[in-house]
């Protein structure tokens, strides 16, 4: 069945059908689970770059500084209690999938496995000076950001070759309305095996592009990528920045009015984040220039908002659900590399099913060169 038979019979997928083709694009592709469980592997069984000399030292200079009350004495021992464990569990290497929207998704990122190990005890690095720790955190970032590129890249591109060829030229659409969105969606297992076909003719065309013109269309998705990124981070910092001052002061003058800032802060960014969600799909697999992306992710967040929603909660859920079981097992035990292997599935697929997603309602919904 074509695309134009399938937008004036069915309508896009629904979330169950995304979320079913999702998985078996993954089916057909593990390969594309290695780079999630090669940088947990890292994260578990590699070196470690501890901060707990820096913590330490920043420990002592608040426990020196003379406190004007007793409330003040016992927050500043809160803080050192608080930073002295993180400190020892922190492992710098995480930054690798820190960046919201854009990271290979792991598990010990966000589970520590510990300080102990199957075979043996962990080699330890220290970061010992402010400047050090700067520099690794910049060059930790910018690492996990391509491998964040490759491996959403690599995604974006299995799930486009899955569409009919009617939805492809040379790998790129356009259109600034949405996909049909009229009539029933498609019932998971219906919709899954319709766009898991794979397209001879897609497939055909992909093979006819010059190795430099696939290097120049990944170049320049990876710059669109890094200045969203970049964006994301200066904004994030200097609205983060202004909040917590505010929220601090109201919390001095006024503590109710600060906590309740510092909710709306929290929902105020929620929100933000929501209507970001499909940029890197918009980028990666539509082709679409930055500002293209993000006003498309806006209008797909308002126009398609229930099952948005729908689909983020099933996502959220099932991640973060069996996240929790598959960080049960120890870092000392084997049994952890199942939880590894199985957040990699999990994770892979579903981030496939929010491609599949955004390609039924977006990327499928005209003809025309990627703007730059």
């Excluded at 969105?181 to 498609?186: D, F, Q, R, S």
């Excluded at 320049?220 to 505010?246: C, D, E, P, Q, Y």
């Excluded at 003058?253 to 510092?262: E, K, S």
Aim: proline share 5%.
């Amino acid at each position: 069945m074509n695309a134009t038979t399938r937008e004036e019979s069915a309508g896009p997928l629904g979330v169950i059908g995304c979320l079913a083709a999702g998985f078996e694009v993954l089916s057909r592709n593990l390969w594309l689970m290695v780079l999630p469980v090669l940088l947990d592997l890292l994260l578990w069984l590699g070196p470690q770059l501890s901060i707990a000399p820096l913590l330490q030292r920043f420990n002592a200079f608040l426990v020196a500084q003379p406190t004007p009350d007793p409330a003040t004495a016992r927050q500043v021992e809160q803080a050192v209690q608080m930073l002295g464990p993180f400190g020892e569990q922190f492992d710098l290497l995480s930054l690798l999938s820190t960046l919201p929207l854009l990271n290979v998704p792991t598990l010990l990122a966000r589970h520590a496995p510990g300080t102990v190990l199957p075979l043996s005890e962990p080699r330890v690095l220290l970061v010992t000076s402010a400047l050090a720790l700067v520099g690794w955190g910049i060059l930790l970032l910018l690492v996990g950001l391509v491998l964040g590129f490759l491996y959403l890249n690599s995604l974006a591109h299995q799930v486009s070759l899955m569409c009919s060829p009617d939805e492809q030229e040379s790998g790129e659409a356009e259109g600034p309305a949405l996909s049909g969105v009229e009539g029933p969606a498609l019932s998971g297992v219906e919709g899954a095996e319709q766009i898991v076909g794979v397209s001879s003719g897609a497939l055909s065309r992909e093979l006819q592009l010059s190795s430099t013109e696939v290097l120049s269309r990944a170049v320049g998705k990876l710059i669109r990528v890094f200045l969203f990124a970049a964006g994301l981070l200066m904004n994030g910092m200097v609205f983060a920045s202004l909040w917590m001052l505010v929220v601090g002061v109201l919390l001095t003058i006024a503590q109710p009015l600060g906590l309740l800032v510092w909710a709306l802060g929290i929902g105020l960014g929620g929100y933000v984040a929501l209507h970001l969600l499909f940029v890197v799909p918009g980028v990666v697999l539509g082709g679409r220039g930055l500002l293209r992306a993000i006003w498309e992710s806006i209008v797909l967040i308002h126009t398609q908002f229930p099952s948005v929603v729908g689909l983020l909660v099933l996502v959220i859920v099932i991640y973060e659900g069996l996240g929790y079981v598959w960080s049960l097992p120890s870092g000392d035990s084997w049994l952890l590399l199942i939880g590894i292997l199985g957040n990699g599935c999990i994770a892979t697929g579903l981030t496939a099913a929010t491609f599949v997603f955004y390609q039924e309602r977006l990327a499928g919904s005209g003809k025309q060169g990627a703007a730059g």
